[in-house]
């Protein structure tokens, strides 16, 4: 018997990411001189980066590289949610220096598969797009138009959040949602990330509109 979506993150939050055997190798925690060498290593960590993203829903990291906003909060979530450091393996005893991290950062956005938050403030960290900002604003698009939404004022919070997230089930040690419309792929989304969504990519594509107060702040959003 398959498993529903809801079923299939709530196991994926009862494990840890399986790091592969590579996040064990030592030389991987320091820059190597050789250039093809540290090309190949660039890039295990940024595949490693990724799916480590994807695996805890992680849409935004520090600087540092530490999750920043994870969708895996409430409503869906184990008691307490630890999720594993990224640059170090204290099995180990090795971490990646700030300078690495830096490196590493630089060429994910290099590959479209990161972006600062805010350009002129790089210290404030990233957005991670194990899913596409296209992907995102379809998903989006999608729920409001099967939903029948379209042309509807929506806030944020509906957005994100959705109407019957206030429902709750106790299983175990996890609460589980049991009403509400809104898909597990949006539930928890980073207000940022998806105002940034609904700028760069719906507006664009003449499939949505801001609505702004007198005090210049988000209204609402209406998906044409």
């Known amino acids: 018997m398959s498993t529903s979506p809801q079923q299939q993150q709530q196991q994926q939050q009862q494990q840890h990411f399986e790091f592969p055997k590579i996040h064990s190798f030592p030389p991987l925690y320091t820059k190597q001189p050789n250039q093809t060498v540290q090309q ?93 900002i296209v992907d995102w604003g379809n998903l989006l698009y999608e729920y409001v138009v099967n939903t029948g939404q379209q042309g509807t004022v929506l806030t944020l919070y509906e957005l994100t959040k959705g109407a019957g997230d206030d429902e709750y089930e106790n299983e175990g040690d996890v609460e589980q949602v049991v009403s509400g419309g809104l898909p597990l792929e949006l539930r928890n989304l980073d207000e940022e990330l998806l105002v940034k969504v609904i700028k760069e990519y719906l507006i664009k594509q003449g499939k949505a509109q801001l609505l702004m107060t007198d005090s210049n702040e988000i209204g609402g959003v209406k998906i044409v």
């Not at 992680?58 to 409503?75: D, R």
């Not at 700030?98 to 600062?116: C, D, R």
Request: charged share 20%; hydrophobic share 35%; glycine share 2%.
């Open 40 to 132: 190949q290593q660039i890039d295990s960590w940024c595949n490693i980066l990724l799916q480590y993203c994807q695996f805890y829903k992680i849409t935004s990291l520090t600087i540092e590289g530490e999750p920043k906003h994870t969708q895996l909060q409430q409503p869906l979530t184990v008691k307490k949610l630890e999720i594993p450091p990224l640059f170090s393996n204290s099995s180990i005893n090795r971490h990646v220096n700030s300078e690495f991290k830096s490196v590493i950062i630089t060429h994910l956005i290099h590959l479209k598969k990161a972006e600062y938050i805010n350009h002129k403030r790089p210290e404030l960290g990233i957005f991670v797009y194990w899913r596409s």
